[in-house]
DNA sequence: TCCAACTATGCAACCAGTTGCAAAACTGTA
DNA sequence: TACAGTTTTGCAACTGGTTGCATAGTTGGA
């Protein structure tokens, strides 16, 4: 129940209404842990029933429904145990390569020009974490333990599109040959 | 649907039965695309509804209810039209470095130990693949198209691999100094 | 001969993620 | 004022992946 734990994450950051959350949600933990709006509102429902956060109408809200959550202590203590569970492994699990195996048995299927978008979208995605990267982690005298960690991860984003990127040119290399 | 699509290529390769091909896919496409056997099973009985497979007793199979599955030329055909296809790209997704936020949040909570273990793993996965890499894969004359395809498959694992090990060592700088 | 382990298949229930749709209020503009 | 677009929330149905369990035959050893 990762999702559930990720929205505390970012509940204790700045506690927010849904709307808010999701929206912030893909600028931030959504770079490795991806939810559509509904995921959200449906976990934000069942936690609220667990006593994990309650809600409240947004003081600035007015007439609309909008209400904002809060973490409680239980889903404090529930986050805490958590985070210092051991997790499995993410292991890689990529549907391209399926294709790409797929065309090396029934193939060829002139697979270049979906290699080289994809190494595009790839080129694209490193780029917008090099920006954020120039943005919040400018080399500065004393980084906070917080803000070491939130570069540590995007780091990882940073690693696993330069990966793929080497790994495109190599697989140009080899199916540009056909 | 990739897991039918999975299937398709596997028993292309090689047509089998569920079992068989279970175990298998664990030592190939399964290194990419993961499935359990009831996933499998449940997969196959749709595709052989959908005529894309047929099933014939095994002939060695005695008296058990072994069943080998053969692909037909409309599972062929559906595999040719869904390789083609543009696949979104797979994103990072990654259940740790949500753990690791929240430690920034709430911590420090010693994700050390954690961080090392699964270094540990990923080194061990790495050596696994490098394993297959000299067994299947040694310096030859002419390698095959399909042979090129598999190796480059293998390499994307083993970039990924590699990339978190790199990224551990720094994670365990980082995160050390607590 | 009996039992444990393995081969081989499958049902049922559940959970998480996806898709399509819509309600209700607000905001800006033609 | 009417309409389009945005904000905010949510229902319902579906798909795919997970877990627990069951069945039935085979094999090898105590």
Do not use: C, N
Not at 150 to 159: D, E, S, V
Request: hydrophobic fraction near 40%.
């Amino acid at each position: 129940m990762s999702l559930a734990h990720a929205l505390l994450t970012s509940l204790l950051e700045q506690p927010s209404s849904g709307y808010d959350l999701a929206r912030r949600f893909d600028k931030s933990i959504g770079h490795f842990w991806q939810a559509t709006h509904q995921q959200i509102y449906r976990e934000l429902g069942r936690m609220e029933k667990a006593g994990w956060i309650r809600s409240e109408p947004d003081p600035e809200a007015g007439r609309t429904r909008k209400r904002t959550y809060l973490v409680l202590p239980a889903g404090r203590e529930e986050l805490m145990r958590w985070a210092a569970e051991a997790a499995p492994l993410t292991e890689l699990r990529d549907e391209f390569l399926v294709r790409l195996r797929a065309d090396a048995v029934i193939g060829p299927l002139d697979m270049v020009p979906e290699l080289a978008r994809r190494r595009a979208l790839h080129a694209e995605k490193l780029r917008a974490y090099h920006a954020i990267e120039a943005r919040d982690f400018a080399p500065e005298a004393e980084p906070t333990r917080q803000r070491r960690i939130h570069h540590l991860i995007l780091k990882a984003g940073i690693q696993y599109e330069q990966g793929w990127i080497v790994w495109y040119d190599e697989a140009l290399q080899v199916l540009g040959k056909d």
